[in-house]
């Protein structure tokens, strides 16, 4: 069953992290080729997987009227662009990454949908000081996006320009890297999925210094009046879709790449043997899969 839960935070540090650690929405160095490729999957299958959660932010955004002008800032593959444009049928969203891979994929998802007319693509790096001509949007969307700019807070700002008085910035993150596993697997090694984990942050705390950040303060002083945030849940217990087994998989194995080199060779070993696919052990085989995770959003207007 999955659980949807909307929380009100109120002046704590929100611990968001990067999805992956290495998905790079508008970053300034783009991966190779392969790199992309498992990118576009991972964030494919987080579209897939979390569709209903990220509805659930769309629907929460508040907005004094619907949008009619949209800006997906890092948009990746198109999670947040056709959940804002499901949500807003009357919008247009002009959606912006560094990465001309993601853009073409988006692309081809918004012919399948038949909306290739309400979608217009940028490629742009955004941690450059002059964006490209976005228009004046009503509402600018930026999940798991701002952590990786160069400069945040030089981005806010570019970001309240862009805006149109009395227009809506809505900052998502994950409000935790999402955990898959049972406490006590795999069997020979409990608890392995929480080291993991705790092997990461060191890295990310290092390559990713803007992941954790309470967007809130950040967003006043960049001149936003912050209308509210809230955490959305995500419970997705006992799962055993196929979609599921392949976002446990590569989220693990990316993971893997930023710890590979302080883990414990039991930990790495037991490690391998889950991302084996065709062993034994291999995650694609566990019946007891969950996605357990977190989405916080800020909320900030431009006075109109």
Known sequence: MTHAQHTPQHGHDQHGHAQYGEAQHGHAHGPDQHEADGQAEILDL???????HIADITSWLPLQEPPRHIVDLGCGTGAGTFALLDQFPDAHVTAVDFSAGHLQRLREKACARGVEDRVRTVQA??????????????LVWASASMHHMADPDRALRSVHELLAPGGLFAV??????????PADAPEGRPGLEDRVHTAGESYHAEHVPHRGADWGPKLTAAGFTLDGDRVITVNIEGSRSEAVGAYALGSLVRLRRSVVQVLPPEDLEALDQLLDTDGPQSILRREDLAVRTGRT????????
């Open 46 to 52: 987080d579209a897939e997987v979390l569709a209903e």
């Open 125 to 138: 790096d955004l941690d450059h000081t002059d964006w490209p001509d976005l228009g004046t949007p009503d």
């Open 172 to 181: 998502v993150e994950l409000a935790g890297f999402p955990r898959f596993l």
């Open 297 to 304: 959003v800020w909320a900030a207007r431009r006075k109109g």
